[in-house]
């Protein structure tokens, strides 16, 4: 199995041992995103909707970096710290789709990287 490591200035720098995204074959999967603004470094959530966009970008650099865009998306991973607030993320989340979303799931988690509200991770297929 060959595979090929993603990476790119316009989405934050990974903040452990791993990469933006790792390809093999037709697969793309992209590591979990969170609200950091790739150019300053610093956090874009002053509130849930600004947090869900800065993630919704930086997800989209790294499928551009790999020749991808959403429509290329199967299947999409979504951890939200409170689940009241599902709603918010669904509806910012869907405009980044053209009417042909991925299979998904969204999960309720303790806390997340940075302490952020939201994170998503993805899997793309050429």
Not at 3 to 23: E, F, L, M, S, W
Not at 56 to 82: E, P, R
Request: with cysteine; proline share 6%; net charge negative.
């Amino acid at each position: 199995m060959s595979k090929t490591i993603i990476n790119t200035p316009d989405a934050p720098a990974p903040i452990g041992p791993y990469n933006q995204a790792v390809q093999t074959g037709n697969l793309l999967f992209i590591s979990g995103q969170i609200c950091i603004h790739p150019p300053t470094g610093e956090m874009k959530n002053k509130d849930l909707q600004e947090e869900t966009h800065q993630v919704m970008h930086n997800l989209k650099a790294i499928l551009q970096q790999a020749g991808m865009t959403f429509s290329n998306v199967v299947k999409t991973t979504i951890f939200l710290t409170d689940m009241k607030r599902f709603a918010e993320v669904n509806e910012i989340y869907g405009q980044y789709f053209e009417g042909e979303f991925p299979a998904r799931e969204t999960v309720e988690v303790s806390a997340l990287p940075k302490f952020v509200n939201v994170e998503i991770s993805m899997v793309a297929a050429k």
